[in-house]
């Protein structure tokens, strides 16, 4: 175990709190809170989430929040549909759900971006479009958080009845269906350019566990904008009809990051990856946009190490995006990767892929999941990157199957063979029989469909990391919480500008 990841050794305790036998979910530790669910789904690429994010909203009465990393007014949510009465792109649709419903606010919440990202993405100023809209449609900017950090939730809450929980964001780039063509002609940028295939998860609750992210959405709002929002009255049900779900009256856990910034650091969902990984029993199937953080890193490392330790299957994309992203999370992907193997010697423990469509087109990987055998299922906000463990601002949501719950468990292992089905272009079916006749082994089981024909995963090859770009991933682009003295400066007047303006709009 070299240095990129004896750096954090103390790791290894941590992960050693939870054993198999252990509740992953403890409210005040691994997660914030722990409630109910009447239903839950698991929804796969953002061809289905718009849609049923579209369908549910017009069931809305009175209130619905959303609160994203980013949200671009210019995208369709049903490019592969016929227009109807309904506007379809995502700022007149809004429009349309406060005039044609009376009773209805909507309050969208995103992050900070820069002026120069925000020309780039050709999206006008949040505060032109709130000027520009109806009152009871409200736009506001996050940026209660410290320098270089960013607000990074992806939550929808209606009526707190129905709420959303998971990686898609309602921007460009994101619409897929989970064919993942090399080349679809719904899948346009709104300035008409092409993109490559995405893939990518969310969930969606209802019950009490919609309740507690309502109540998270209008904290968060009101961390950012200083305006307390009212919560809506009870009764309602948002749940649109062709939403299937996968889970009834299930436990769900909800989990933070908060970052030491106006508030005490909240670190749950590192001490839930932590937790979740030291429970394994035969596998750990983590699909991620990065596999960057020197914690989990370690954590999986340990898993190797045992000679009899789970299976552990990686789906990442090929690369990140953007030339100095790639210069953080990608030298450290190849730092922690090469660490892995070297644990794994040679036992076909550990696997990495990347998922590539029929002809080869790269399929980027944006989703944020993980599941521990038949038990463990997390989906959520938050990357395997030192910065959303304690630097961003991250929600996830988590179940875990109890052993009086088969039933539970089944369909864990149902979503998690789905997925493995999606990205080899092959049916649950097929994936189970090539389980049956590897012993249960995920690794072989892949190792033998990937080599058909058609979409597939494809071995990930990281280059050689060396030491370079490993300082710059540490101290600056990927810090794991902010930097002590100077952030502090710089925090102290960020938040004194945000307080200003606060009292300049109120009077």
């Not at 049923?52 to 929040?65: E, Y």
């Not at 899948?187 to 969606?204: E, K, L, Q, S």
């Not at 330790?309 to 030298?331: R, S």
Request: charge should be neutral; proline fraction near 6%; charged fraction near 30%.
């Amino acid at each position: 175990m070299d240095g990129v990841l004896r750096q954090r050794d103390e790791a290894s305790a941590a992960g050693s709190l939870a054993g198999p036998a252990a509740s992953l979910l403890r409210p005040g530790d691994t997660c914030w809170r722990v409630e109910r669910a009447d239903r839950m789904a698991v929804i796969v690429d953002a061809a289905d989430y718009f849609s049923v994010l579209k369908h549910a909203m017009l069931r809305a009465r009175h209130q619905i929040l959303l609160i994203g990393w980013d949200f671009d007014t210019r995208i369709r949510l049903e490019p592969d549909r016929r227009r109807d009465e309904c506007p379809d792109r995502l700022g007149a649709f809004l429009m349309h759900c406060v005039a044609s419903r009376p009773g209805v606010h909507i309050h969208v919440l995103k992050w900070r971006l820069s002026m120069l990202q925000a020309t780039s993405r050709g999206m006008t100023p949040m505060f032109i479009l709130d000027w520009m809209t109806n009152k009871r449609l409200q736009y506001r900017l996050a940026g209660d958080h410290p320098v270089g950090a960013c607000h990074h939730q992806k939550i929808v809450v209606i009526d707190d009845s129905l709420a959303f929980c998971g990686g898609i964001d309602m921007t460009a780039d994101r619409w897929d269906t989970r064919a993942h063509h090399d080349h679809d002609h719904h899948r346009r940028r709104p300035n008409g350019f092409r993109y490559d295939p995405f893939h990518d998860v969310t969930t969606a609750v209802d019950g009490a566990a919609a309740r507690a992210l309502g109540e998270l959405g209008r904290e968060r709002w009101l961390s950012a904008t200083g305006e307390k929002l009212p919560a809506p009255p009870p009764g309602g049900d948002a749940w649109p009809d062709l939403l299937r779900p996968d889970f009834r009256d299930v436990d769900v856990g909800i989990a933070r990051t908060h970052p030491d910034y106006e508030g005490p650091e909240v670190r749950e969902i590192e001490r839930l990856w932590l937790a979740a990984i030291a429970s394994a029993r035969r596998s750990i199937y983590i699909e991620a946009q990065y596999l960057a953080s020197r914690r989990i890193g370690l954590a999986l490392y340990r898993r190797l190490e045992e000679p009899d330790g789970p299976e552990i299957v990686v789906v990442n994309p090929l690369t990140t995006k953007g030339w100095l992203e790639e210069q953080a999370m990608g030298t450290a992907r190849a730092h922690i990767v090469k660490e892995l193997c070297a644990a794994d010697a040679g036992r076909g423990r550990f696997r990495i892929y990347t998922p590539r469509a029929a002809r080869g087109t790269p399929i980027y990987v944006h989703a944020k999941v993980l599941v521990v055998d038949d038990r463990f299922l997390r989906i959520g906000s938050s990357n395997i990157n030192n910065r959303s463990m304690g630097f961003d601002t991250e929600c996830d949501v988590a179940i875990e199957a109890s052993p009086d719950r088969p039933e539970m468990s089944a369909r864990i292992l149902a979503l998690r063979d789905g997925l493995v089905a999606e990205h080899l272009d092959r049916t649950i079916e097929e994936v189970r029989s090539a389980l049956a006749a590897h012993g249960g082994s995920l690794c072989r089981a892949i190792e033998d469909l990937r080599r058909r024909p058609g979409r597939t995963l494809a071995p990930l090859e990281c280059p050689d990391p060396g030491d370079v770009g490993l300082l710059l991933e540490t101290e600056i682009l990927d810090p794991e919480r902010p930097r002590r003295p100077w952030q502090a400066l710089l925090n102290r007047v960020d938040w004194n500008f945000r307080r200003l303006r606060r009292r300049q709009r109120k009077e």
